[in-house]
């Protein structure tokens, strides 16, 4: 082997593969591709394979190769008036029974019901790796995990707060939205509730330079008679949105909040609206968690181009 060849031979990375895997799953979609052809791509055994990809992506490879394909196959039955056994066929599926079997085990709907109801809920999207800025300079990489949900009409109760966006002459948004937390916290034991914080954009100027934040929670937590003086009701419209699942600090979801809009909502066949953008945090989420633990979603509503 001569120099220029040892040069051209470099040895991947544990993620670079990753990356090779999933396009290679993402290219291949539509073939009946199975585990033993994933692994031999990707030059790991089956189970190294799985134990890799598990750690990397925090789902099986068999999981997320049929999330992929019956999402595909859900989106193309409300697109299209085709056949469901044609669906079936094209993503590889050996019948539109088995078909039919797993679609319900991931939707809780029949491919003809879902069709029917004529909703984008549950819809997986391919794992793609972004860049990610943390503080000092620091440069990395995560995984940037979406999906499209259509969430019914619902109400949140909480406290809201005008807000300086960062298009204003002064913004104040890292100080209004910390203060608005803190308000809430002091009325309500937020480790009790999932917190959902919402941008109303429906409402903003047209510069978007100022905008209302709410810290909220659902508002079946609690009835008209006993919530807490000094909040106050909020109805979110029915509406579609791609959810992206952030994983690790909050500091970094400006981040995957930005590939999501630069890169991927281009090419989704969708476009964002204005409306209501949501953050889902569990009840017990923390700031500070470290990366294996913490975990939220941030709601930004789109609708079909």
């Avoid at 051209?8 to 052809?37: A, F, K, P």
């Avoid at 750690?55 to 190769?65: E, K």
């Avoid at 050996?94 to 709907?109: C, D, H, P, T, V």
């Amino acid at each position: 082997m001569t120099k220029s060849d040892r040069a051209v031979h470099t040895v991947e990375t544990g993620q670079e593969r990753i990356e090779r895997v999933l396009s290679y799953i993402h290219n291949n979609i539509s073939e009946s591709i199975s585990l033993e052809d994933i692994a031999k791509y990707s030059c790991w055994s089956r189970w190294q394979l799985q134990r890799v990809f598990q750690n990397q992506t925090g789902i099986s490879v068999a999981t997320y190769v049929r999330e992929l394909k019956l999402s595909a196959a859900a989106e193309r039955m409300l697109d299209t008036s085709d056949k469901l056994i044609d669906i079936a066929f094209d993503l590889g599926f050996n019948s539109e029974i088995s078909f039919s079997r797993a679609f319900k085990q991931m939707f809780n709907l029949s491919p003809r019901a879902y069709r029917k109801a004529g909703v984008r809920t549950g819809l997986r999207k391919p794992l793609q790796y972004h860049s990610v800025k943390f503080k000092y300079g620091q440069q990395g990489s995560a995984l940037a995990d979406v999906r499209i949900e259509t969430s019914n009409g619902f109400t949140v109760v909480g406290i809201q707060q005008q807000v300086n966006g960062l298009f204003s002459q002064q913004p104040d948004f890292n100080q209004r939205v910390p203060e608005t937390w803190q308000r809430l916290a002091e009325k309500i034991d937020l480790s009790q509730h999932e917190h959902i914080g919402v941008f109303d954009l429906s409402c903003a100027d047209d510069l978007q330079t100022t905008f209302t934040y709410w810290a909220a929670i659902p508002y079946q937590d609690y009835t008209k008679v006993d919530c807490p003086d000094g909040m106050e009701v909020l109805a979110i419209p029915a509406q579609t949105y791609v959810v992206v699942n952030h994983k690790g600090s909050i500091e970094t979801l400006s981040s995957s909040l930005e590939w999501v809009l630069i890169h991927w909502l281009p090419n989704s066949g969708y476009r964002a609206i204005d409306g209501f953008e949501l953050e889902h945090y569990p009840a017990d989420y923390q700031v500070e968690e470290p990366e294996s633990t913490s975990t939220m979603e941030y709601w930004i509503p789109i609708e079909r181009e």
